[in-house]
């Protein structure tokens, strides 16, 4: 990020509060964040900061907990509850899945594959729209919360919307629209948690910590939490009137922009 940042503060706090909206918005929003914040970092030539990712998935982290802030209680309290029994289903795919693809992951995270990663998130909304309109929603069930466990572990890739394909997953599984946006933004919290704590521990083993804009970490964390709240009420939304297949457009126009840039 040092190459943008010696132009000056100003700059590096405008940068700071525009990965802000990129992630408060696509970050829940089936576009996929980390993508769209390799592109953005391509065209401007700034380099990831750790530091920065950590302080962005604070920011989506609390607005999922503001959201959902009654059955994270209810988790929390009630460990071996029926919600929280899913979100353990979920969690443990995920995480066997990751670690096995993660020297493949660290290598797509250069952009060579995200244009193919946006065009295959494109036909996953397209596909889970076409379903959603075919079956009739099924109870939400363990079965459902394993394979979108699945989904999730598989959409790590920058470029794959961990939303949209959680959210396509279940919805291929018969269940009902609504309770696939909230279960995909509930089983997230962990995940992202445990991401946290890996990017945290990036920095420990370094031994140095990235010189950054205090004010532009804070902006850029407003406006995270902001419009993340913003998304994902709006997400939940959108996925009810059944209109995922107008991102499949954006995003593969995205695909197409990668082709030209990168």
């Known amino acids: 990020m040092n190459n943008l940042f010696k132009r000056g503060q100003a700059l590096e706090v405008l940068f700071l509060a525009i990965l802000g909206l990129l992630q408060g918005l696509c970050e829940f929003l089936p576009v996929s964040s980390s993508g769209h914040l390799v592109l ?24 999922i907990v503001v959201v959902y802030f009654k059955d994270i209680k209810d988790w929390v309290l009630h460990p071996f509850s029926n919600q929280a ?26 952009g060579k594959y995200l244009a193919i990663c946006f065009f ?29 466990g699945v989904a999730q572990g598989l959409a790590v890739f920058p470029g794959i919307s961990r939303s949209g394909t959680t959210i396509s997953a279940g919805l291929a599984s018969g269940a009902d629209r609504k309770d696939c946006a909230k279960f995909s933004f509930l089983m997230s919290v962990p995940i ?27 902006i850029g964390s407003f406006i995270a939490f902001v419009v993340g709240v913003f998304s994902i009420k709006v997400m939940v939304k959108i996925t009810e009137k059944l209109q995922l297949k107008w991102f499949s457009l954006y995003l593969v126009f995205i695909a197409i922009m990668c082709i030209i840039i990168l």
């Open 120 to 148: 295959v998130s494109a036909v996953l909304l397209f596909v889970a729209d076409y379903f959603a309109k075919k079956k009739q929603s099924k109870p939400f069930t363990l079965k459902t919360a394993f394979v979108m």
């Open 85 to 110: 029994i899913m979100i353990y289903a979920a969690t443990i795919p995920t995480c066997v899945i990751v670690l096995l693809i993660m020297p493949i992951v660290n290598a797509s995270f250069g």
């Open 192 to 218: 992202i948690l445990m991401s946290m704590l890996l990017e945290i521990f990036k920095i420990i083993k370094a031994e140095s910590l990235p010189s950054v804009s205090v004010l532009g970490l804070i």
């Open 40 to 63: 953005f970092s391509a065209i401007f030539g700034v380099q990831d900061s750790l530091l920065v990712s950590i302080v962005l998935h604070v920011a989506t982290l609390f607005a």
